[in-house]
């Protein structure tokens, strides 16, 4: 092995550290594990922990299941009871269902593309943070009995200060938009590392299909989280500042936040659905021994399925109000979802046709969530029907449907996905007796419990009473559906058992014990830390099949690129994100306390927020931007050149728009338009459906609005100049062009806030929506201020070496996007200028 | 533009395409149907049959032209993405078709 060029002085290890290629991947040792940024450990700790969550939730739900047991019963209270079935749902949604598919999908993509980690450990072990943080402020509600009663959705006006008084929205809003914070990171994070981080050879064309239902899951997570962000925001403002964005009478709307929730909660299903739907599709052709079925078909019926599962939120809103017109259109999205579901359905049964599967105990569950997820879309034809949605609205047939949907389409594939990939986390074998044994109890279980709600709802049972006369035709029904949840819960507790048994007691997993054809298996389990000493070209979708070498050879002897040490440094190969081809080498962090420091300011932000203690809040924020500002600061690498093996001579990083950072930036931009977008959306509905209370708001200064719009203008245009003048390596007027950018952004957010200087934003919704679009663009503007004097310092600290502009090639990209924010927001405000608000 | 990258863009277009077309619609239906009412039912038909036909051109141009190379299962990929974000197309406009107004 060459090495084209003299390392430079720096290489990233510490003086002292261990430089072998071994030591430099280690898991730090005792506390120090806290610190690892290793995707494994950090995808192992969102699963554990979703799991730890779905417990708590499913433990609530057999508490729901006991109340409704016998009519007229008081084992709980009707307060406790609302608080039950509140936390259920919110649990199992937020903090269980999404964190733990994202555990899995953060702990494989790696190991199936072929690359050594995540492309930003270190956002990852941040995004943990938040997620455990914000999870534990959520469950923390309980000890100050303040825990959420209004429903998983907090409904306004029920979830409003007026309504419901105290700490237990706020607990709900604060902890759960904290929580999210963690799913938007790990979608940016999953995009740019399927994009950028393959294996060489491994097109588009020939990624695992795990990876296809991934990428658009993640897509889906950064334009369906945003509006419950902003929509959790605003009602947390109304609650905290008393701004009136959902009160009628000062011309706010319910139904705003309605539209907002499910926005964010209707694709959410499909997002709860689609990478456990890919987890089905990588496991079957293992058992059948024969590829998926129509990849094409499977990928059409997935892109098809991220966006047209959009245009369904409003059919969680039948019953409202809304125009026929409007029914009518969401009532033809819902049905059409249902062609790419049955393309994806249909593709894995003609899998399961092609060969002689093999009834394993992931099969089983593969068996179960195939049956069951077929009634549950079946149901779900019946509610995209206006008039029958329009019968079952909350009853029990709806709680049915979304337990079948939800359960069959998840948690049957997910317990099959543990069976399956139990070797990688403990080296041994799950038990095929227990499994069996656990399927059975689950699936009878299940369905005991919930094929009977459908007739418990059709029968009239509303959904959330705490209890029921006798007498109606509910007795028996909820008698043998609580029976059936008895029969669930101990399904799972023997899969829990099993677990832990198999850690100690399983058989020895072998080199890939499947005989699976993703590379996953390529080492014996548990694979090393490094996941492959030399990155494997691929040649096929299925390389372990379709490549016998890989095999033959033990896993350290496979030839491939990046064979060995280079410098000290974590590295993988970043690649073309169409062909696959290595286009750069990437280096990764170390482990580094920092991203939990980070975190950790944070939850001192919500926490202190939730206490109103403001000053301590302050002091989070600090902690948060200061330990930011050291994440950034780290010497650049770029602009050095390494032989990675195989006829690869490849620079580390790459200045242009394939490199890893510039997609994640993008994925980033995707986030904050989608946030953007929600709150124009928001702005555009009040002003569209509440005339009157329109005309009552001051008008806008046209000349402040327009000239902020222009400085938004400026802002691109510095932010384009300062990208130019970085590639050319022109040091200094790149330096002032950094400065120039800073000082148009200030001068466009203070200009578009003196614009609304006539507004009061605490008399009237309308005008505390545009407050809103002002204080979010400022915000946007204020991340790009810090960035821009961040660059600019580093220039001036000499710390930017020739053909180190990534940071101010993004900066342009940033730049261009805030502009575009500000001319937008200009532009409302210049219309509510001239044509009056009204 | 590499065989690839024109096919990945073939797949996306349609998507892209169904999602502008929901949003007019959207759109179209509410500026009629809200309080502000902005526009009348006949407005709201000629605007989207316009918007219909242009989207149906955007899914179907991946259908009839899937870019050749690379790859067949991409091909096919985008093939029938078209198609289905075609019929999406139609579906979201049929209600402004048998629907006379926005039906109380």
């Known amino acids: ?838 | 533009m590499s065989p690839l990258a024109r096919q990945i863009t073939a797949i996306a277009r349609p998507g892209l395409a169904w999602a502008a077309h929901f949003i007019a619609i959207y759109a179209l239906i509410s500026a009629s149907c809200a309080a502000r009412a902005l526009i009348d039912h006949p407005t709201v038909v000629a605007d989207a049959i316009v918007a219909t036909v242009v989207a149906l051109a955007l899914c179907l141009w991946s259908v009839v032209a899937a870019p050749k190379g690379a790859s067949a299962d991409l091909r096919r990929a985008a093939f029938w993405g078209g198609l289905i974000f075609a019929l999406a197309c139609l579906a979201n406009a049929a209600a402004l078709v048998l629907l006379q107004g926005c039906g109380g």
């Not at chain 1, 491994?202 to 993640?218: D, E, V």
């Not at chain 1, 317990?415 to 990939?421: D, N, P, S, V």
């Not at chain 1, 000082?743 to 006539?758: E, M, V």
């Open chain 1, 1 to 838: 092995m060459t090495v084209a060029e003299t390392p430079p002085d720096y290489s990233g290890a510490h003086k002292g550290e261990d430089k072998t290629f071994e030591g430099v991947w280690d898991t730090p040792k005792g506390l120090r594990v806290l610190s690892s940024v290793s995707h494994r450990v950090v995808g192992r700790r969102f699963i554990y922990t979703g799991f730890a969550f779905f417990l708590i939730a499913g433990f609530l739900a057999l508490l729901v299941r006991t109340q409704l047991i016998v009519p007229g019963n008081t084992f709980l209270d009707l307060e406790t009871y609302n608080q039950v079935f509140t936390m259920h749902g919110t649990l199992m949604m937020f903090l269980f269902a999404i964190p733990i598919l994202e555990g899995f999908a953060v702990y494989l993509i790696p190991l199936m593309l072929g690359a050594r980690d995540l492309i930003f450990p270190r956002l990852g072990q941040f995004g943990y943070y938040c997620y455990l943080f914000g999870g534990i402020i959520v469950l923390s509600s309980f000890l100050f009995d303040a825990a959420p009663d209004g429903g998983w959705f907090m409904y306004v006006p029920l979830s409003t200060q007026a309504h419901t008084p105290g700490l237990s929205a706020d607990f709900w809003l604060i902890g759960i938009t904290f929580a999210e914070i963690a799913s938007v990171t790990a979608a940016v994070e999953l995009i740019t590392a399927i994009l950028c981080a393959r294996a060489p050879g491994m097109s588009l064309t020939k990624m695992p299909i795990f990876a296809w239902y991934i990428l658009i899951t993640a897509f889906m997570i950064a334009i369906g989280f945003p509006p419950l962000i902003i929509g959790s925001i605003l009602l947390e403002a109304e609650r905290l500042l008393g701004l009136p964005f959902f009160d009628p009478t000062l011309g706010g709307d319910p139904l705003l936040w309605q539209h907002l929730f499910w926005l964010f909660g209707h694709p959410e299903v499909y997002i709860i659905f689609l990478p456990a739907a890919g987890m089905v599709a990588t496991m079957l052709p293992t058992f059948v021994g024969k590829p998926l079925f129509g990849y094409g078909f499977a990928v059409a019926a997935v892109v098809s399925m991220g966006f047209i599962s959009f245009g369904l939120w409003a059919h969680h809103m039948f019953a409202t109000g809304l125009p026929i017109l409007s029914l009518s259109l969401f009532s033809a999205a819902s049905t059409m979802v249902t062609v790419p579901t049955g393309i994806q359905i249909f593709c894995l049964i003609a899998t399961l046709a092609s060969g002689r599967p093999r009834l394993t105990v992931p099969m089983l569950f593969i068996l179960g969530f195939l049956s069951i997820f077929v009634i549950g879309g079946l149901t779900g034809v019946m509610l995209a029907s206006v008039p029958f949605n329009w019968q079952a609205h909350d009853s029990y047939f709806v709680v049915a449907h979304l337990h079948y949907v939800l359960i069959g389409g998840m948690v049957f594939p997910l317990i099959g996905a543990f069976y399956y990939w139990a070797p990688h986390f403990t080296g041994r074998m799950m038990s095929e007796r227990l499994g069996r044994w656990v399927f059975g109890l689950m699936f009878v279980g299940f369905n005991v419990t919930f094929l009977l709600m459908h007739i418990t709802g059709l029968r009239g049972m509303p959904r959330r009473v705490a209890t029921y006369p006798e007498g109606l035709g509910w007795d028996r029904l909820n008698m043998l559906s609580s029976i059936g949840s008895y029969i669930l819960a101990a399904g799972i507790v023997l899969f829990v058992y099993d677990f832990f048994r198999s850690r100690r007691h399983g058989p020895i997993a072998p080199r890939n014990p499947w005989g699976a054809g993703t590379l996953e298996w390529l080492y014996p389990p548990v694979a090393p830390g490094f996941n492959f000493h030399a990155i494997p070209p691929v040649h096929s979708r299925e390389p372990l099949w379709d490549q016998p070498d890989l095999l033959e050879a033990e896993a350290h002897e496979v030839e491939g690129v990046m064979h060995g040490l280079r410098d000290g440094r974590r590295e993988t190969v970043g690649c073309d994100p169409v062909s696959g081809a290595p286009l750069y080498i990437l280096r990764l962090p170390h482990p580094t306390w920092v991203p939990m420091i980070a975190a950790l300011g944070m939850a001192l932000l919500f926490g202190a927020t939730l206490a109103s203690a403001y000053w301590l809040s302050g002091v989070g924020a600090v902690i948060a931007l200061a330990a930011f500002a050291v994440w950034a600061w780290e010497p650049s690498d770029s602009g050095v050149t390494r032989d990675a093996g195989m006829g690869h001579d490849l620079p580390v990083n790459v200045v242009d728009r394939r490199s890893h950072m510039h997609v994640a930036l993008v994925g980033t931009m995707l986030v904050l338009m989608a946030l953007f977008a929600s709150l124009v959306f928001g702005l555009l509905y009040l002003w569209n459906i509440r005339p009157d209370a329109a005309a009552a708001v001051a008008r806008p200064e046209a000349l402040t609005a327009g000239l902020g719009g222009l400085c938004g203008l400026g802002v691109a245009l510095a932010g384009q100049m300062t990208r130019r003048a970085a590639l050319a390596d022109r040091f200094g007027i790149t330096t002032v062009l950094s400065l120039l950018t800073a000082a148009l952004a200030i001068a466009a957010a203070g200009l578009l806030g003196l614009s609304l200087g006539p507004v009061d934003p605490w008399v009237s919704a309308l005008g505390a929506t545009l407050w809103a679009i002002v204080a979010f663009t400022g915000l946007v503007l204020f991340a790009l201020v810090f960035w821009a004097l961040f660059n600019a310092a580093r220039r001036t600290a000499r710390r930017v070496g020739p053909g180190q502009s990534m940071p101010d090639f993004n900066l342009a990209t940033l730049a261009k996007g805030a502009g575009l924010m500000v001319v937008v927001a200009a532009a409302l405000f210049v219309a509510g200028a001239y044509g009056g608000v009204g």
